[in-house]
């Protein structure tokens, strides 16, 4: 049994018997230097969680959150994978954190009885990981913002859950580029809004997947002097993925707050599905 409880952006926390998982947590303040923020925003804050273990997918401040990372016990176990340049270690280590582990690729690491973690490198030339979690038999492939690898599925089992990214907006392109007009992004986005949801659907076949849970896309620009951009970026919503991957695989439509239970198929939901409409359609911040 697993329960996955989505608190953020790309923060899972995954709860097995007694052990829970915390990954990616960006809970406490803005990343990206105070341009991006989470939306929705986190119903939990880092003093309400006690979690066995952290890990931490890659160094981006949206999964390697600073802010919210010094808010833990220094003693708490932090993986990682072992990036050649070391920069979480000796981050995490500058800021106290001892109990500083980083992974190899490719090794598989037990977490506890029952649970077990592989990180994979994706194939783009990123400082990036994909997680593999083996719960008791229970699949779950965490791609995040890695992208497809197709070298790696010889070695992976059949994935029972799938965890990716589902809208654009991470870029400045085409926004930001003098040469493009807007009809030439709108179409751009369109292209990127459609290709996102292809390749999630595209990565849980090739791996075989029976759910897909996505995420790693809940943020806005936050920053004053990028409020144009965040109104004319053209995002999916979670509403759209379950729509066009209807028929095909069970979407886990978890917003930040929510859970699903892996073993009941029970889902806890805090928001109503005018709320959820309401989400999904803002395309302001409050």
Known sequence: MANIKLHSHACLEIVHDDFSLLIDPWLSGPAFLGSW??????????????????????????????????????????????FPNRRIETKLKS??????????????????????????EPISIWNDSILHLNIDGFHILNTNDAGVNHNIKKYLPKINLLCQQFSPGASG?????????????????????????????????????????PFASYFRLHHPDHQHYDKAISRNTIIDVARELAGSFKVIDLLPGESWNSTTDNFFRIYSKQERIRLCQATEID
């Not at 003098?178 to 290709?195: A, L, R």
């Open 37 to 82: 923020i989470q939306f929705p925003e986190a119903k939990i804050t880092p003093e309400e969680l006690s979690p066995s273990a952290i890990l931490i997918s890659h160094e981006h401040s949206d999964h390697f959150h600073i802010p919210t990372l010094e808010k833990f016990a220094r003693d708490i176990p932090i993986y990682f994978p072992a």
């Open 95 to 120: 800021l106290g954190f001892e109990n500083a582990h980083p992974l190899q690729f490719g090794d598989t690491f037990s977490f506890c009885t029952n649970i077990e973690a592989t990180c994979y």
């Open 173 to 213: 392109y085409p926004l930001c580029w003098q040469n493009i007009s807007k009809e030439e992004s709108t179409k751009i986005y369109s292209q990127f809004k459609t290709g996102i949801i292809n390749m999630l659907g595209y990565t849980a076949k090739l791996y075989g997947a029976d759910f897909v849970l």
